[in-house]
Nanobody
Framework: QVQLVESGGGLVQPGGSLRLSCAAS????????MSWYRQAPGKGRELVAA????????NYADSIKGRFTISRDNAKNTMYLQMNSLKPEDTAVYYC?????????WGQGTQVTVSS
């Protein structure tokens, strides 16, 4: 069974940094492209960043470009999102996602709050 567990969220001041982790199990992690999404209060879920199975290619939402970095460690079955220069508008629940064998799987989410 596919399982994705996010961690690393919390409260941070504007300009601060956080690193989110997504621990994966139940599928061949090294064969799967992964992505991070976020959902702010009252808004829809939006794609933040995506990464190929090997980590050779990434893409980012314009709103976070230059501030966030997506990465993965296939030996640890873990994906990361390094978040720098955080802004209040980054406040959201952050989710990791995998598309595996035609099915979409989501983690439970981790809350990121950026506030002074």
């Amino acid at each position: 069974q596919v399982q994705l567990v996010e961690s690393g969220g919390g409260l941070v001041q504007p300009g601060g940094s956080l690193r989110l982790s997504c621990a994966a199990s139940g599928f061949i992690f090294s064969s799967a492209a992964m992505s991070w999404y976020r959902q702010a209060p009252g808004k829809g879920r939006e794609l933040v960043a995506a990464i190929t199975n090997t980590g050779d290619s990434t893409n980012y939402a314009d709103s976070i470009k230059g501030r966030f970095t997506i990465s993965r460690d296939n030996a640890k079955n873990t994906m990361y999102l390094q978040m720098n220069s955080l802004k209040p508008e980054d406040t959201a629940v952050y989710y990791c996602k995998v598309l595996w064998r035609g099915r979409q799987y989501w983690g439970q989410g981790t809350q990121v709050t950026v506030s002074s």
